[in-house]
């Protein structure tokens, strides 16, 4: 067994595998980047090394910096957690020549999966079918014409070496196609540095049920249960559960031996994640995830084993414990992740910041995850999750009783959270039915009802004192009311962009523009402008778009909101905004 084990991790996760560590008595080493001195994780290792600087890139992300603590330390062990290095197969290779183990897959099935059209090809060549569609990389918008024409509409342009739904792009008809194909490919040489893309059909109401599963050394390759992860908004997972509802028992069977079938076509060891699309009693493959998943507790719940424990073993050698028949599924299990953004309105914009007051629920068949404590600060650099919250009891209605009865103990104070969201899915009449699909939340749920948080205005270094105006805003087409504390000047309203504080680059003021029904157009969170699809001159129409805004990872089209001309146009391709942030002006 593994003896000393560096977490390449911060926050939720880091917190997480420290505490199997310790229940197995494995010495655990922490790292830190100048922000996370005093974090929690820092506080719960053994061992913590600072590895300097402030960004993602500067501190969790320098690998020559974790490969040196690694020798400092003597770890002979590496967990990646999620997102950082878990998928990062050179960084793998680097500890694995050092002789540290990497506790994860080997490198060549990450690379197989790190590639949308070679996993479709393994997962077809192991008997699973994705989407039906064309697996080539697109030329040219006349391809996705010519599949949309034989198959039919709306078609998905997916980016090839994409993930967590970046660069997909829905087409409705052929003249959007053009327009469609540059869009993903652009978003695709963003984020990922290469702009292949390949189109499939469409599917308009499905949900995401995903397949845990795990692998050992010695050739045996077990399922362990789907979850549900349909309750989400712009690819970010809002609730997860497990089992999925309304899943006959016989599609969860052919599910967990199709997923078991992918892990082997690519040689996995350890635990994974098989992605599907379900929709009429049918699976279509997506994608794998080669590393532990946020909503791995909702499994844990459910079958009862310790997922992280499993891997350490299995990263160690050891054979799994038990057999396919032995694994048991009992109950049903719910995560809410508690994110700091504020979801007031529908608008889910970053709330980083101190908490200053958390208070954890508990009671029969409660856990929580968290990464923070009363007094720990939530940084605008890293991942905003705060706390995943799970629950299990015996049927589905009773978790999500237990769910929202534990959602009511919990406080946090400080930063907004995603909760008032979680209680508006978790009570409305659609999730509890299981109607919902993974358009559900940005389709059908309302969440204009969701107030701002009662907290005092950010104290900012402006001295014009600050009022809270409500904004109607557009972003893709759907309207939001967003509440904005913005300096007070009577009757006028200037945007000013960045964080309170002064840390987020120059001010931006604006020229004063009238709130409501004015043909002002204003960004409706921090990001930046990729590209301006308007002149000074030009007419417009109600809901064509003005710009895409590049935000959270994803690009957003800001509409306008009335017909008319264009006589301002305030921002350029390249330029950031900030919440509220006038761009155009239409007459
Ligand atoms: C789809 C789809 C409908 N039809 N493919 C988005 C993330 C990426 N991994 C795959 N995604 C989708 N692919 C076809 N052919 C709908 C989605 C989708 C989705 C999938 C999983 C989880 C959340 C989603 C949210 C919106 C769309």
Known sequence: ???????????????????????L???????????????????????????GGQTAAESYLNTEAILDIIERSGADGVHPGYGFFSENTDFARAITERGVTFIGPPPEAIEVMGDKISARHAAEAA????????????????????????????????AAYGGGGRGMKVVNAPEEAAEALESAMRESTAYFGRSECYVER?????????????????????????????AQRRHQKLIEESPAPDFPDEVRRAMGEASV???????????????FLYQNGEFFFLEMNTRLQVEHPVT????????????????????????????QR??????????AENPAGGAFTPSPGTIT????????????????????TVSQYYDNLVAKLCVWAPDRDAARRRMLRAISETVVEGVATTLPADVAILEHPDFVAGQHSTNWVEQTLDLSGIAAPVAPAPAGGDETPKVLRDITTEVDGRRYQVKLWVPDLGDMVVATAGKSGGASGPKRTKTAAAVGGSGTVAVPMQGTIVKVMVEVGDEVEVGQTICVLEAMKMENNVNAEKAGKVTEVKVAAGEAVGPGDVIAVIE
């Not at 067994?1 to 229940?23: D, F, H, P, Q, S």
């Not at 655990?28 to 600072?50: F, I, M, N």
């Not at 958390?358 to 404590?373: F, I, K, N, Q, T």
């Open 1 to 23: 067994m593994l003896k000393k084990v560096l977490i390449a991790n911060r926050g939720e996760i880091a917190v997480r595998v420290i505490r199997t560590c310790r229940e």
């Open 25 to 51: 008595g494995i010495t655990t080493v922490a790292v830190y980047s100048e922000l996370d001195r005093d974090a929690l994780h820092v506080r719960l290792a053994d061992e913590a090394y600072a590895l």
């Open 127 to 158: 008997g699973v079918s994705g989407v039906p569609g064309r697996t080539d990389v697109l030329e040219s918008g006349d391809e996705v014409v010519a599949f949309g024409n034989e198959f039919g509409w709306p078609v998905a342009i997916k």
């Open 202 to 230: 469409y599917l308009a109401w499905p949900r995401h049920v995903e397949m845990q599963v795990i692998a050992d050394t010695h050739g045996n390759t077990l399922w362990l249960g789907e979850r549900d992860c349909s």
């Open 261 to 275: 079938k992918v892990a082997e076509a690519c040689g996995y060891v350890n635990a994974g994640t098989v992605e």
């Open 300 to 327: 844990e719940l459910v079958t009862g084993l310790d997922l992280v424990e499993w891997q350490l073993r299995v990263a160690s050698g050891e054979p799994l414990g038990f057999t396919q028949d032995e694994v």
């Open 330 to 339: 009992n109950g049903h299990a719910f995560e809410v992740r508690i994110n």
């Open 357 to 376: 007051r958390m208070v954890s629920p508990g009671g029969p068949g409660v856990r929580l995850d968290a990464g923070y404590e009363s007094g720990d």
